[in-house]
Protein backbone atom coordinates (compact mmCIF):
# COMPACT_ATOMS: atom_id res chain seq x y z
CA UNK A 1 0.00 0.00 0.00
CA UNK A 2 0.61 3.61 0.03
CA UNK A 3 2.61 5.38 2.93
CA UNK A 4 0.76 8.58 4.38
CA UNK A 5 3.10 10.61 6.38
CA UNK A 6 1.24 13.72 8.41
CA UNK A 7 3.06 16.22 10.42
CA UNK A 8 3.03 17.61 12.64
CA UNK A 9 1.35 14.99 14.84
CA UNK A 10 -0.01 17.54 17.19
CA UNK A 11 -0.15 21.42 17.12
CA UNK A 12 -1.68 24.09 19.83
CA UNK A 13 -2.30 27.75 18.28
CA UNK A 14 -3.22 30.72 19.75
CA UNK A 15 -6.56 32.30 17.93
CA UNK A 16 -5.86 34.33 14.81
CA UNK A 17 -2.49 32.44 14.25
CA UNK A 18 -1.61 30.93 11.34
CA UNK A 19 -0.35 27.20 10.37
CA UNK A 20 0.60 24.67 7.71
CA UNK A 21 0.23 21.42 7.79
CA UNK A 22 1.57 18.91 6.12
CA UNK A 23 1.16 15.55 4.42
CA UNK A 24 3.77 13.37 2.16
CA UNK A 25 3.21 10.17 0.49
CA UNK A 26 4.90 7.29 -0.85
CA UNK A 27 3.94 6.60 -4.39
CA UNK A 28 2.07 8.54 -7.53
CA UNK A 29 -1.88 8.91 -6.54
CA UNK A 30 -4.97 10.05 -8.45
CA UNK A 31 -6.81 11.53 -5.58
CA UNK A 32 -5.56 13.31 -2.56
CA UNK A 33 -8.47 14.61 -0.24
CA UNK A 34 -8.01 16.83 3.31
CA UNK A 35 -11.00 16.03 6.13
CA UNK A 36 -11.52 17.61 8.98
CA UNK A 37 -12.94 15.16 11.61
CA UNK A 38 -14.80 17.15 14.11
CA UNK A 39 -15.54 16.24 17.53
CA UNK A 40 -18.70 13.82 16.89
CA UNK A 41 -16.09 11.89 14.78
CA UNK A 42 -17.50 12.73 11.37
CA UNK A 43 -14.96 13.17 8.71
CA UNK A 44 -15.75 16.45 7.10
CA UNK A 45 -14.55 17.00 3.33
CA UNK A 46 -12.15 20.13 2.95
CA UNK A 47 -10.43 19.40 -0.39
CA UNK A 48 -10.25 17.05 -3.28
CA UNK A 49 -7.36 18.11 -4.48
CA UNK A 50 -4.80 15.33 -6.55
CA UNK A 51 -2.93 18.17 -8.01
CA UNK A 52 -2.59 22.15 -8.13
CA UNK A 53 -3.69 24.71 -5.38
CA UNK A 54 -7.33 25.67 -4.33
CA UNK A 55 -8.53 28.22 -1.47
CA UNK A 56 -11.62 28.16 -0.17
CA UNK A 57 -12.48 31.03 2.71
CA UNK A 58 -9.65 30.86 5.40
CA UNK A 59 -8.19 27.52 3.98
CA UNK A 60 -6.08 26.87 1.10
CA UNK A 61 -4.32 23.29 0.07
CA UNK A 62 -1.95 22.94 -2.58
CA UNK A 63 -0.62 19.58 -3.90
CA UNK A 64 2.67 19.38 -5.80
CA UNK A 65 2.18 15.07 -7.06
CA UNK A 66 4.98 14.96 -8.79
CA UNK A 67 7.34 15.57 -5.31
CA UNK A 68 4.64 13.73 -3.74
CA UNK A 69 3.04 16.09 -0.91
CA UNK A 70 0.80 18.44 0.01
CA UNK A 71 0.11 21.10 1.78
CA UNK A 72 -3.28 22.45 4.18
CA UNK A 73 -2.76 26.43 5.51
CA UNK A 74 -5.54 27.42 7.96
CA UNK A 75 -5.08 31.36 8.75
CA UNK A 76 -6.54 33.53 11.17
CA UNK A 77 -7.48 30.33 13.00
CA UNK A 78 -10.62 30.15 15.19
CA UNK A 79 -11.39 27.87 18.11
CA UNK A 80 -13.67 26.01 15.68
CA UNK A 81 -10.73 24.50 13.58
CA UNK A 82 -9.99 22.60 16.39
CA UNK A 83 -10.00 19.17 15.53
CA UNK A 84 -8.11 16.08 13.91
CA UNK A 85 -6.90 17.08 9.96
CA UNK A 86 -6.61 13.89 7.99
CA UNK A 87 -5.25 13.12 5.14
CA UNK A 88 -6.31 10.46 2.27
CA UNK A 89 -4.93 9.42 -0.95
CA UNK A 90 -5.91 7.10 -3.63
CA UNK A 91 -3.69 5.38 -6.31
CA UNK A 92 -6.37 3.61 -8.16
CA UNK A 93 -7.23 1.04 -6.59
CA UNK A 94 -10.41 2.29 -4.97
CA UNK A 95 -8.88 2.18 -1.57
CA UNK A 96 -8.22 5.37 0.37
CA UNK A 97 -4.66 5.07 2.51
CA UNK A 98 -5.04 7.72 5.52
CA UNK A 99 -2.23 9.50 7.26
CA UNK A 100 -2.72 9.25 11.07
CA UNK A 101 -3.39 12.67 11.27
CA UNK A 102 -2.96 16.19 12.78
CA UNK A 103 -4.54 17.22 16.39
CA UNK A 104 -5.15 21.14 16.27
CA UNK A 105 -6.14 22.71 19.13
CA UNK A 106 -6.55 26.26 19.30
CA UNK A 107 -6.93 28.23 22.26
CA UNK A 108 -8.89 31.48 22.68
CA UNK B 1 -30.63 12.17 0.50
CA UNK B 2 -27.83 15.46 0.89
CA UNK B 3 -25.33 13.41 2.33
CA UNK B 4 -24.09 9.41 3.29
CA UNK B 5 -26.38 8.30 6.63
CA UNK B 6 -24.86 5.96 9.02
CA UNK B 7 -27.17 4.03 11.62
CA UNK B 8 -27.08 3.38 14.45
CA UNK B 9 -24.90 6.27 15.47
CA UNK B 10 -23.94 3.98 18.54
CA UNK B 11 -23.96 0.52 19.49
CA UNK B 12 -22.76 -1.37 22.44
CA UNK B 13 -22.95 -5.29 22.05
CA UNK B 14 -22.47 -7.59 23.99
CA UNK B 15 -19.14 -10.04 23.63
CA UNK B 16 -20.62 -12.98 21.17
CA UNK B 17 -23.17 -11.01 19.88
CA UNK B 18 -24.01 -10.20 16.38
CA UNK B 19 -24.44 -7.10 14.90
CA UNK B 20 -25.50 -5.05 11.60
CA UNK B 21 -24.17 -1.72 10.80
CA UNK B 22 -26.61 0.29 7.79
CA UNK B 23 -24.97 3.07 5.40
CA UNK B 24 -27.45 4.98 2.88
CA UNK B 25 -24.74 6.81 -0.06
CA UNK B 26 -25.75 9.64 -1.64
CA UNK B 27 -27.70 8.51 -4.46
CA UNK B 28 -26.57 7.91 -8.11
CA UNK B 29 -22.94 7.41 -6.03
CA UNK B 30 -21.58 3.87 -7.77
CA UNK B 31 -18.93 3.26 -5.46
CA UNK B 32 -19.11 2.63 -1.39
CA UNK B 33 -16.64 2.19 0.44
CA UNK B 34 -16.45 0.62 4.69
CA UNK B 35 -13.37 1.59 6.78
CA UNK B 36 -12.27 0.78 10.57
CA UNK B 37 -10.88 3.54 12.64
CA UNK B 38 -9.58 2.56 15.86
CA UNK B 39 -8.42 5.63 18.86
CA UNK B 40 -6.16 7.95 18.51
CA UNK B 41 -5.48 6.35 14.67
CA UNK B 42 -6.60 7.09 10.66
CA UNK B 43 -9.03 5.46 9.31
CA UNK B 44 -8.66 1.48 7.59
CA UNK B 45 -10.33 0.26 4.46
CA UNK B 46 -12.23 -2.85 5.01
CA UNK B 47 -13.88 -3.29 1.62
CA UNK B 48 -15.87 -1.68 -1.43
CA UNK B 49 -18.24 -1.89 -3.64
CA UNK B 50 -18.90 -1.08 -7.41
CA UNK B 51 -22.79 -1.44 -7.44
CA UNK B 52 -23.66 -4.16 -6.13
CA UNK B 53 -20.51 -6.07 -6.59
CA UNK B 54 -17.85 -6.25 -3.88
CA UNK B 55 -14.48 -6.07 -5.78
CA UNK B 56 -12.21 -5.74 -2.87
CA UNK B 57 -12.73 -6.85 0.84
CA UNK B 58 -9.33 -7.45 1.20
CA UNK B 59 -9.32 -5.13 4.32
CA UNK B 60 -11.74 -6.95 6.35
CA UNK B 61 -10.19 -8.42 9.54
CA UNK B 62 -11.73 -11.83 9.51
CA UNK B 63 -14.42 -13.78 8.69
CA UNK B 64 -17.05 -12.75 11.31
CA UNK B 65 -16.76 -9.51 9.22
CA UNK B 66 -19.63 -10.03 6.22
CA UNK B 67 -21.11 -7.01 3.76
CA UNK B 68 -23.35 -6.50 1.49
CA UNK B 69 -24.94 -4.04 -1.08
CA UNK B 70 -27.44 -6.17 -2.58
CA UNK B 71 -29.06 -3.87 -4.95
CA UNK B 72 -26.82 -1.43 -4.96
CA UNK B 73 -27.46 1.34 -2.81
CA UNK B 74 -27.80 0.42 0.89
CA UNK B 75 -25.14 -1.67 1.88
CA UNK B 76 -24.87 -3.63 5.48
CA UNK B 77 -21.66 -4.35 7.46
CA UNK B 78 -22.18 -7.44 9.49
CA UNK B 79 -20.22 -8.56 11.93
CA UNK B 80 -20.71 -11.99 13.91
CA UNK B 81 -19.64 -12.83 17.04
CA UNK B 82 -18.48 -9.59 18.08
CA UNK B 83 -15.05 -9.87 20.17
CA UNK B 84 -13.52 -6.85 22.39
CA UNK B 85 -11.46 -5.72 19.33
CA UNK B 86 -14.13 -5.04 16.91
CA UNK B 87 -14.86 -1.80 19.20
CA UNK B 88 -13.91 1.14 16.73
CA UNK B 89 -15.65 3.72 14.47
CA UNK B 90 -17.16 2.02 11.21
CA UNK B 91 -17.08 4.74 8.53
CA UNK B 92 -19.20 4.53 5.49
CA UNK B 93 -18.22 6.80 2.28
CA UNK B 94 -19.56 6.55 -1.29
CA UNK B 95 -17.97 8.41 -4.31
CA UNK B 96 -19.88 9.30 -8.22
CA UNK B 97 -17.49 7.55 -9.84
CA UNK B 98 -15.62 4.00 -9.90
CA UNK B 99 -12.59 5.53 -8.86
CA UNK B 100 -10.22 8.86 -8.45
CA UNK B 101 -13.48 10.60 -7.72
CA UNK B 102 -14.31 13.00 -4.11
CA UNK B 103 -15.84 10.69 -1.62
CA UNK B 104 -17.82 11.77 1.12
CA UNK B 105 -18.19 9.64 4.76
CA UNK B 106 -21.01 8.86 7.27
CA UNK B 107 -20.88 10.32 10.92
CA UNK B 108 -20.08 7.09 11.75
CA UNK B 109 -21.22 4.09 14.04
CA UNK B 110 -19.27 3.46 17.17
CA UNK B 111 -19.54 -0.22 18.44
CA UNK B 112 -17.98 -0.72 21.64
CA UNK B 113 -18.10 -4.50 22.66
CA UNK B 114 -18.86 -4.67 26.60
Known amino acids: GIQVEQSPPDLILQEGANSTLRCNFSDSVNNLQWFHQNPWGQLINLFY???GTKQNGRLSATTVATERYSLLYISSSQTTDSGVYFC??????????FGTGTSLTVIP | GAGVSQSPRYKVAKRGQDVALRCDPISGHVSLFWYQQALGQGPEFLTYFQNEAQLDKSGLPSDRFFAERPEGSVSTLKIQRTQQEDSAVYLCASSFLDSGAEAFFGQGTRLTVV
Open chain 1, 49 to 51: IPS
Open chain 1, 88 to 97: AVERGGNQFY
